[in-house]
T-cell receptor, first 115, second 115 residues
Framework: DTEVTQTPKHLVMGMTNKKSLKCEQH?????MYWYKQKAKKPPELMFV???????INESVPSRFSPECPNSSLLNLHLHALQPEDSALYLC??????????????FGEGSRLTVL | AQSVTQLDSQVPVFEEAPVELRCNYS??????LFWYVQYPNQGLQLLLK??????LVESINGFEAEFNKSQTSFHLRKPSVHISDTAEYFC?????????????FGPGTSLSVIP
């Protein structure tokens, strides 16, 4: 069983909807990540939070809005998405920044379909 | 900057046969190397990692990889595959020190084990 929990597992939304993806970890990790993965492709980094502060934004469109309410939770707010945003969204965590070895712990993902 | 190449996008192999999945990387600094596995409809799991020390690293399920600095390679091997090894395998690199948060994934190799 994964120690990074993502909800919902599946989400279908229209282009005018507002929805959120949630991620939770209780391993005491201080860095959390959002990745986007298209079919048969590697994960692409979107955002990194370190100690609850946004440290990396990989030029992601503003229709994706991350939020880190506390060290255990990570949200991804979605608004006015496009069909090409349909993908598997993966949350990951790692022990800490500045001392990491790049080892990531992934959740099982939220599969998003935009109609 | 770092990059990762996986020369084989698909590798079919018969059950109980040996397999090698190739990975090459480029980096101007020392790196940490990883193999992640993604089973169908799941997130990624760390399979094994090279941080330092012995260049041969092993996983609990029979995979091994050898770090070869002169050839900038980190090939993954298993002497006898099982049906359950069917999955997508991603080689990854992290530069460490200043880039702990950023893990670069290769394009992936799809391993199909044939009964």
């Amino acid at each position: 069983d994964t120690e990074v929990t993502q909800t919902p597992k599946h989400l279908v939304m229209g282009m005018t909807n507002k929805k959120s993806l949630k991620c939770e970890q209780h391993m005491g990790h201080r860095a959390m990540y959002w990745y986007k993965q298209k079919a048969k492709k590697p994960p692409e980094l979107m955002f990194v939070y370190s100690y609850e502060k946004l440290s990396i934004n990989e030029s992601v469109p503003s229709r994706f809005s991350p939020e880190c309410p506390n060290s255990s939770l990570l949200n991804l707010h979605l608004h006015a998405l496009q069909p090409e945003d349909s993908a598997l969204y993966l949350c990951a965590s790692s022990p800490r920044r500045g001392g990491n070895t790049g080892e990531l712990f992934f959740g099982e993902g939220s599969r998003l379909t935009v109609l | 900057a770092q990059s990762v190449t996986q020369l084989d996008s698909q590798v079919p192999v018969f059950e109980e046969a040996p397999v090698e999945l190739r990975c090459n990387y480029s980096s101007s600094v020392s790196v940490y190397l990883f193999w992640y596995v993604q089973y169908p409809n799941q997130g990624l799991q760390l399979l094994l990692k090279y941080l330092s020390g012995s260049t041969l690293v092993e996983s609990i399920n029979g995979f091994e990889a050898e770090f070869n600095k002169s050839q900038t390679s980190f090939h993954l091997r298993k002497p006898s595959v099982h049906i359950s090894d069917t999955a997508e395998y991603f080689c990854a690199v992290s530069a460490g020190r200043t880039s702990y948060d950023k893990v670069i994934f290769g394009p992936g190799t799809s391993l199909s084990v044939i009964p």
